[in-house]
């Protein structure tokens, strides 16, 4: 039975930046050693050349150094075992040989995940053969981070109080913060800890005094899931618009969901994690995080028509409500924010959408009263115990 090597990574400080509203700054580049270990008759030492927080469009960097600690010759390969999540240049499997007692070879691989691979812990694991049979193994792991803009800081609430963002998400507009106007800008890379988690003093600095944010994220599903929710420095949670209770797990039906948390500053840190996890305790691999994408057709779907991106489509969403004084809409394609529908003809009401094609999540709000579109010809369970209408674009 071969040994194994575990290849682990130290935390680094992370360095100050300055970044533009949604725009992403870049992460340190900085090699992690890892102590030489003995797989059979080598030696191996491993470096991990950067943070093991993947984002999407990086690449994880091993260095990988075999050498010969048997008296004779040795000859064998290094394989990356099969997964599809991983890309791997320049090879999955690289041969060597080490004629004798000392000599040694070097290897640097790169692992890349596809751009839609979902946030969680990834595993690589390397095997290495001698002779045909196996020696040990190489394990290491990366973290593709859930992805996040933020807006902040303003001063703590009153008890039952709200942020401005909590009260009405507008990602478009400037609102009053604590030390003035303040915007939603992406989370830059540096303030991605290790395990993924969002350091909110690297984004606005240590905090004199005490200080909230409010992070936004969207989320696809492919298929309808029970997740587990943990969260570690927020004092409030809403996905689709609803509260999420704490430590209780909730069935969320499949296409575009939003979340927003908020998190406020502690003595020692300013930080928040987030984790989805399913009954089984692993990450859910049918979500897709593309926050860029999803901005970019939120920004569509805001101008209300004046613009028609490609691949997108014009909708016009109508309802009947002869007796109503104001009917809103609310959703996964607007953040879960009420818009208003304008009157229209013989009791009808109508708001025009231009949406990718997708399949959506929505309610009305009818004189205040939330409910389903009575029209809707398709609904799905909310995941706390109502039910939302859908919204398909083909």
Known sequence: MGATLLVGCVASAAPTWAAPALAAADSAFLPFPVEASPLGPLRARAVVLQSPTLHRGSVGHLRLQLCNADSSALEGSLQVLATAAWQVEPARRLPFRLQAFGDCVEHELGFALPDDASPGPYDAVLRVEVGGSEVGTLRTR?????????????????????????????LEKAVSGGSGEVRWQRVPLAAYDDAGAVELDVVYGAAAAPQCACAFTMF????????????????????????????????????????????????????????????????????DNDLDRFLQGFASALSGGESNPPAHRHVVLQVQAAAAHEVQVLGSFNAWVPWPLERAERGRWKRDLVLPPGRYAYKLRIDGRMQADPSAPRREADGFGGQNSLLIVP
């Open 142 to 170: 990366w973290n593709r981070p859930v992805q996040w803009i933020v807006i902040g800081p303003f001063a703590p609430p009153a008890p039952g109080a709200l942020l401005p963002p909590e009260a009405g998400i507008n």
């Open 220 to 287: 696809d599903l492919a298929d309808g899931e029970r997740l587990h929710w943990t969260s570690a420095g927020t004092e409030r949670v809403v996905v689709d618009g609803r509260v999420l209770a704490a430590g209780k797990p909730v069935r969320l039906g499949p296409g575009r969901h939003t979340l927003l948390a908020r998190s406020c500053s502690r003595r020692d840190s300013w930080q928040f994690g987030l984790t989805l996890l399913r009954d089984d305790g692993t990450w859910p691999r049918q979500l």
